[in-house]
């Protein structure tokens, strides 16, 4: 039996001779960034590396997933690395799609490299077979939540049953063979403040809402007494949802942050149709039920306030992340060898985004660490990764070591951290919870 640090020093010297074409990778995707469910270049590319690294795959999953796996020498665990597909809408970032807008502004390219950096790992090294279980490599879509009336058409259409890559997964039965699963996401080296690795913590989970208020249209300058002005229903509503955050307690971070995506047609006519989404986000599934009950009450207010009508459509988002304390253990350990541990910052930190890592942490183990080398302000037209090694090679070894102590020796770890691990709900009571949220009313006072 190959003691396991010695596995690991081959997995991660793979991943040093490979670290151009790792690089590449992400350098590649950086230049043709694209929005959920839409990530066709970009998951095509994905299945031509499996295709060279000779790894058993399957594309096309929740219209453009990617999903390879590799067997090691026995039988045991399947563990699962995951990177997500898709970019945000940034227009003003310097690599920005001229026609769409999309930019990765958030790292996901990264991501990708990881995996790929993994999968060189584990696969060009010859270690596969001194390990029990299987590695699933899970390239996902739109993980971002945006773009909510496409996403809401394909749904209605038939073509996806979830707003969000991985809950669409988990629907389809593509997380039914996997036990555990990790991804790591980059994050701006100031933020890190001097860490180079966070193993992770928590984070919201949110519902998402498209609102439309209607009105009646008239001449906005001859007869504006005429008509039912659907903005002013809006704009009332947005007050009334500012009037609640002081009834949100600071425990529960609840975060409500609407946009107008639609506040008109045309100057002169009374607006009679306005559109709005939102999140509602919060650090329980009760704290964001509260709020949402809250924004609710607000959007009704404002129809009434005016005489007219709201459709609030309800959609369930993502549940709050709860990463599994053992899983996090092993892929610390692994961080503190890597690159010392005070470099590595302590666990249970709390965030208030929210990520569809969340649903696949309350059925089975999960993590979601963070790892410096990016530059700029996530989200915003100035992120971009920095320094490569930080932001994909350092992760692609520990997520590689994790592999390999989850999964060496028998998988004895590995059965260990699924004996300690309660989930926090079947996936068919995960699939029951997420049609609950889901609610469409119409409110006309």
């Known amino acids: 039996m190959i003691p396991r640090d010695k596995l690991k020093s081959k997995a991660c010297q793979e991943i040093d001779n490979n670290a151009e074409e790792i690089i590449r990778v992400v350098k590649t995707i950086l230049k043709i960034p694209e929005l959920g469910f839409r990530e066709i270049k970009t998951s095509k590319f994905v299945s031509e590396k499996f295709t060279e690294l000779g790894i058993t795959h399957r594309d096309g999953l929740a219209r453009t997933g990617v999903k390879g796996t590799v067997n090691g020498g026995n039988e045991g665990p399947t563990v699962a690395v995951l990177g997500e597909l898709d970019s945000l809408i940034v227009p003003t970032h310097p690599e920005a799609d001229p026609e769409t807008g ?68 988990t629907k389809l039965g593509e997380f039914d063979d996997i036990d555990m699963a990790m991804i790591t996401h980059t994050a701006s080296t100031a933020v890190m403040r001097r860490r180079l690795i966070g193993v992770g913590g928590t984070s919201n989970g949110c519902l998402a809402k498209q609102i439309q208020f209607i009105g009646r249209g008239a001449h906005a300058g001859a007869a504006p007494y005429a008509g039912v002005n659907a903005l002013n229903a809006a704009m009332i509503a947005l007050s009334a949802i500012h009037t609640q955050r002081e009834t949100f307690k600071d425990t529960d971070t609840v975060r409500v942050h609407p946009i107008i995506t639609k506040g008109g047609e045309v100057v002169n006519i009374v607006p009679d149709d306005v559109r709005m989404e939102t999140f509602v986000r919060g650090k329980t599934l009760d704290a964001i039920k509260d709020a949402n009950e809250k924004v ?110 989850l999964l060496a020796e028998g998988a004895i770890k590995g059965q260990e951290v699924l004996k300690q691990h309660k989930a926090i709900m079947t996936k068919q009571e995960y699939l029951d919870l997420m049609e609950s949220l889901r609610t469409e009313e119409e409110y006309s006072g």
Do not use: W
Not at 152 to 168: D, H, N, P, Q, T
Not at 349 to 362: L, Q, V
């Open 102 to 169: 999309a930019a990765h502004a958030c790292g996901h390219n990264a991501q990708i490299g990881m995996i790929i950096g993994v999968a060189m790992g584990l696969t060009k090294s010859g270690i596969l077979s001194s390990l029990s279980g299987r590695v699933a490599f899970i390239a996902v879509p739109a993980e971002e939540y945006i773009e909510i009336e496409f996403r809401e058409g394909l749904r209605k259409e038939g073509e996806i049953s979830y707003l969000g890559g991985k809950a669409e997964l």
């Open 296 to 405: 609710d009450r607000a959007l009704r207010a404002g129809a009434l306030a005016v005489g007219g009508s709201v459709k609030i459509n309800t959609l369930p988002g993502y549940l709050p992340m709860v990463s599994d304390k053992n899983l996090q253990a092993v892929y610390r350990a692994n961080a503190f060898s890597l690159v010392g541990k005070n470099k590595v910052a302590p666990s249970g930190r709390h965030g208030t985004g929210s990520t569809d890592m969340g649903d696949i942490s309350h059925i089975m183990p999960a993590i979601h660490p963070y790892t410096a080398g990016a530059s700029g302000t996530s989200h915003g037209n100035d992120y971009l990764i920095e320094d490569y090694n930080l932001a994909v090679l350092n992760p692609a070894k520990i997520m590689a070591m994790t592999v390999i102590d």
